[in-house]
């Protein structure tokens, strides 16, 4: 069973525009909440990460939103560029109680065109 | 000065084999992990160790044994190597149990 579900599962975008994928989680034990971005041939890379405590986070061009009470989360990239395409994964974790296990939504590859 | 380095990139291998992944992490971090990414690019975690002790262990075939020889180094040794093996396995460190995760690059496996 899924525990993270991401989507959707591929998007394009025109740069300059707005990116938009979306995540939800069952758990309610979940509370840490990051985002990972990932190159070919790369390794995932931290983007941006939320707690529960806040619904909105924001770095730069790029924001979470968070619904607790709906039990989903999303990442926004304002004014895409070429550069921001790569697969996009959402995860969740409990933060607290000693074990970080990283739950991971399956993905979603960005293309934004130019 | 790459934070988290896994040897070799490459490996490329046939089945009933025993190979070893072996990972590094000069972030001086206290937990480190092997995850684990199919051909859909799914990630699932597979052990995770803080200290050199094992802290998370998912359902992994006995396979596969990860070994801590110090906090800076995680080693995956796999025996017996089956088709559905081939993946890309990733090795990735966090400050402390809970903190943010830091991945390597990634050891894409292939078994013939």
């Known amino acids: 069973q899924q525990q993270v579900k991401q989507s959707p599962q591929s998007l394009i975008v025109q740069k300059g525009g707005i990116s938009i994928i979306n995540c939800a989680y069952e758990?309610?034990?979940?509370?840490?909440f990051p985002w990972y971005q990932q190159f070919p041939g790369k390794g995932p890379a931290l983007l941006i990460a939320i707690r529960p405590d806040v619904s909105e986070k924001k770095e730069g061009r790029f924001t979470i939103s968070f619904n607790k009470s709906a039990k989903q989360f999303s990442l926004h990239i304002m004014d895409s560029q070429p550069g921001d395409s790569a697969t996009y994964f959402c995860?969740?974790?409990?933060?607290?109680?000693?074990?970080?296990?990283?739950?991971f939504g399956a993905g979603t590859r960005l293309a934004v065109h130019p | 000065d790459t934070a988290v380095s896994q040897t070799p990139k490459y490996l490329v291998t046939q089945m009933g084999n025993d190979k070893s992944i072996k990972c590094e992490q000069n972030?001086?971090?206290?937990?480190m992990y092997w995850y684990k990414q199919d051909s859909k690019k799914f990630l699932k975690i597979m052990f995770s160790?803080?200290?050199?002790?094992?802290?998370i262990n998912e359902t992994v075939p006995n396979r596969f044994s990860p070994k801590s020889p110090d906090k800076a180094h995680l080693n995956l040794h796999i025996n017996s190597l089956e088709l559905g093996d081939s993946a890309v396995y990733f090795c990735?460190?966090?400050?402390?149990?809970?903190?943010?995760?830091?991945f390597g690059d990634g050891t894409r496996l292939s078994i013939l």
């Open positions: 995860a969740a974790s409990p933060f607290s109680g000693g074990y970080n296990k990283l739950i």
């Open positions: 972030l001086g971090h206290d937990t």
């Open positions: 758990n309610t034990a979940f509370d840490y």
């Open positions: 990735a460190s966090s400050p402390k149990i809970g903190g943010p995760q830091h």
């Open positions: 160790y803080n200290n050199k002790e094992l802290i």
